[in-house]
């Protein structure tokens, strides 16, 4: 009985202690420092993989790249190590600016502008400013955050609409001037229905990519100015502005440009029927790129900007950093960490890292050699914008609301009208709380 | 008296082990988590604000999406309990009889099971896809065109064929258990019925039902449990949409810490939901106690 009590008792100890043991903060080794990286992006992983050798060797320094996928698990993943102090030397935020801003109050995140700044802005001065912008605070921003440089970009993306030029042929359009305003995209929706064709096509059942379209229109139909002032609470979600915005998908629906079952399709599916010829119009990220190259080479597509609603302002489109790394502030190696992301956003790896994945890179002097069509995502970043950019955020449940809604206007359950209401309610019941 | 302490302790030394794995990894996590519902926070902040019964009192009384998302669970609960364990009894009473092949058959519902939930959801959501599915192209194939549907873009369909699938996934425990239960009620009984002169009926009425009772209770216990905490195949399959048509708890828990940050208040939607399910479970196992005497 002594005995088994006794190794009850040395058992329990045993697995405390190894459960402690996994509390331990990582790197805490002696000697050459190695450098671990957390990151989401499967698509990339072997080029990572091959840049992480590539400076191994040239510095000794041992690199390691950890891939955790999909998306979700990794976000989830950040958040525990951020509460059990167990966060890598390098990493990145999937999330919105809020939650950034949460990471650098709690001292997660170490403030990159010394460094950007150190040689009279030498390395700050290699990246686009809009995919710096992303990750910058300016001063007195909304977050509470010193302003300063806190994250560094890898590389940039656009999300805006592309069209295949086979399938504009048999509509009899042409294949070069795809539709510029919203009735000439309607119209084509008319053609397409005839013809027993899918229009457009994109992951609007992953809620955000629906976000991301409203949000283009409503740029162009009521100005930046205007959109802020909503997410500040000084304009109501039933101004008919928005209603207007509302109603274009309400017109898509009708016209037939919308593909079947739109409000449920993820992403990966929407990019299979863009690539297999089955859909004309598709509504996606710069990444597609590499995607359609992958499932098939020979697709004949263009890339545009989303038709104008509105004549007398610009159309905006989501863009600007698309992926970034971050140190952490806590790390014994923030000094290597930092030298390495020098070196990784450096000419010569970026360019290596967009020839390979097909992606825009951060790095201006790196753009040189894009081929066509990223070119053309390239040049249209002009246009970029993106809520992180913003100085204000609007409230997650109201964003949930106002994509569900959208989503209610497509199966034709709700008008856009009521979908207004709905959404402006929410906003209320979050304004309220907030005030509390 | 000292031996009979000793006695004593020596068998709460047995048990230990396993309350202190249970005390761990479930009773204070549970307090934790009760108490992480009277915050406010995000997840990521070392400072919470204390928000009392707030989370609480916003869930039960102003979330509408949160009690719509339950009465969706409790339809797929319902189709799981009616449609998914009577085929899965009939297919076990099947079993038990001697036909040929029965192991093959045992083997082969068993099989829905033991697959991965994402596999079976995302086969299941290219099987019901409405523009080039397979069950689709089948219906047109058999001149059954006004049938061709978009199964889980339309909310009249949606919230059903995820329940379907579920039942499909499903069944296969309700079998095994069922089949293990019919298994253990003496032949001699049918015996004695059939010398009787009692049919098949008969036999089924007074002898299998009554005898399974305890077997279909933990059954529509566990059923009621798994459902309600449906989760992979909706994600995998509409991610609660179109709109909010699919939702269950769980995906507005995910959504509360995921998509609002809000940790604080998906503790508080844990907790209500947790004692949701046991007061479920505690009715219908006291509705079935009841009934059984």
């Excluded at chain 1, 000697?31 to 499967?42: E, L």
């Excluded at chain 1, 509470?144 to 009899?172: A, C, H, R, W």
């Excluded at chain 1, 080479?297 to 600007?320: E, Q, T």
């Excluded at chain 2, 033991?114 to 290219?126: A, I, K, P």
Aim: aromatic share 12%; net charge positive; proline share 4%.
């Amino acid at each position: 009985m002594k005995v088994f009590l006794r190794s009850t008792v040395i058992g329990l100890l045993g697995c405390l202690a190894c459960g402690l043991s996994g509390c331990t903060p990582q790197n805490s080794g002696k000697g050459q420092a190695k450098i671990t990286v957390w990151h989401w992006m499967t698509d990339r992983d072997a080029v990572f993989q091959k840049l992480a050798k590539d400076y191994e060797q040239k510095t000794g320094i041992k690199v390691n790249f950890e891939l955790y996928a999909p998306s979700d698990v990794y976000s989830q993943k950040v958040r525990a190590a951020a509460q059990g102090n167990n966060l890598p030397d390098i990493f990145g935020i999937l999330g919105e600016k809020r939650d950034f801003s949460s990471f650098i109050k709690a001292g997660h995140i170490l403030d990159l502008t010394p460094y950007m700044e150190e040689s009279k802005g030498a390395w700050k001065n290699k990246f686009f400013d809009k995919a710096l912008a992303i990750n910058e605070f300016a001063v007195g921003n909304s977050y509470g955050i010193k302003s300063g440089i806190y994250g560094v970009p890898i590389d940039m993306m656009t999300i805006q609409m592309l069209y295949n030029k086979d399938l504009f042929k048999e509509l009899g359009l042409n294949p070069n001037k795809p539709p510029q305003t919203f009735s000439e995209f309607l119209e084509i929706g008319k053609k397409i229905k005839e013809k027993n064709l899918q229009g457009l096509v994109s992951g609007w059942g992953e809620v955000w990519m629906i976000d991301c379209f409203a949000n283009n229109y409503a740029f162009n139909i009521m100005g930046k100015d205007k959109v802020m002032a909503t997410i500040q609470g000084k304009v109501s979600y039933t101004d008919p502005d928005w209603i207007k915005v509302l109603t274009l998908f309400k017109e898509m629906q009708e016209s037939g440009v919308l593909a079947t079952g739109l409000v449920t399709m993820i992403n990966k599916k929407a990019e299979q029927l863009f690539a297999n010829g089955k859909a004309v119009f598709a509504f996606n990220g710069s990444w597609c790129v590499n995607v359609y190259k992958g499932m098939d080479p020979n697709l004949n597509y263009g890339a545009m900007l989303p038709p104008r609603a509105n004549d007398k302002l610009p159309m905006s489109i989501w863009g600007g950093a698309g992926s970034s790394f971050l140190v952490n502030a806590n790390s014994r190696n923030k000094e290597e960490a930092v030298k390495f992301l020098q070196w990784f956003t450096d000419k010569d790896q970026q360019a290596y890292l967009s020839q390979m994945i097909n992606n825009l890179p951060a790095n201006k002097e790196s753009i040189k050699q894009l081929p066509g069509l990223l070119a053309q995502f390239s040049k249209d970043t002009e246009y970029a914008t993106h809520p992180n950019l913003w100085e204000v955020s609007e409230f997650p449940a109201v964003i949930e609301a106002w994509d569900k809604g959208i989503q209610s206007i497509i199966i034709a359950e709700k008008t856009p009208e009521q979908v207004a209401e709905d959404v402006q309610k929410v906003k209320e019941r979050e304004l309220a709380r907030k005030r509390k | 008296m000292q031996q009979k302490l000793k006695s004593t302790l020596e068998n709460y030394a047995f048990v230990l082990p396993a309350v202190t794995i249970f005390f761990i990894f479930y009773v204070i996590p549970f307090i934790w988590v009760f108490q992480l519902g009277l915050y406010d926070w995000d997840g990521i902040l070392p400072t919470k604000i204390f928000v009392g019964m707030d989370n609480f009192k916003e869930i039960i009384f102003q979330d509408k999406i949160w009690w719509q998302s339950m009465l969706n669970a409790g339809y797929m609960t319902a189709i799981a309990l009616t449609f998914q364990n009577i085929l899965a009894f009939l297919l076990a009473l099947a079993c038990d009889r001697e036909i040929r092949m029965k192991n093959f058959y045992r083997l082969i519902f068993f099989i829905p099971p033991v697959l991965s939930e994402v596999v079976v959801g995302l086969v299941w959501q290219w099987i019901l896809d409405g523009n080039y599915g397979l069950l689709n192209s089948w219906l047109a194939h058999f001149g059954m065109q006004n049938l061709v549907h978009n199964w889980l873009s339309d909310p009249q369909t949606a919230l059903t064929a995820v329940a379907a699938v579920h039942s499909w996934k499903g069944f296969g425990w309700g079998f095994l258990l069922f089949l293990a239960g019919l298994q253990i009620i003496p032949r001699e009984l049918y015996e004695a019925a059939r010398v009787d002169g009692a049919n098949a009926w008969v036999s089924f009425k007074k002898i299998t039902l009554p005898m399974m009772v305890p077997v279909i209770i933990m059954v529509a216990i566990l059923t009621i449990l798994g459902t309600m905490q449906v989760f992979v195949l909706i994600n995998t399959m509409t991610d609660g949409g179109p709109a909010y048509h699919t939702e269950v708890p769980v995906t507005r828990i995910f959504a509360s810490m995921r998509g609002s940050s809000r940790f604080g208040y998906a503790c508080a939607q844990g907790i209500i939901f947790g004692i949701i399910l046991m007061a479920l479970s505690f009715t219908q196992y006291r509705l079935s106690k009841k009934a059984r005497n």
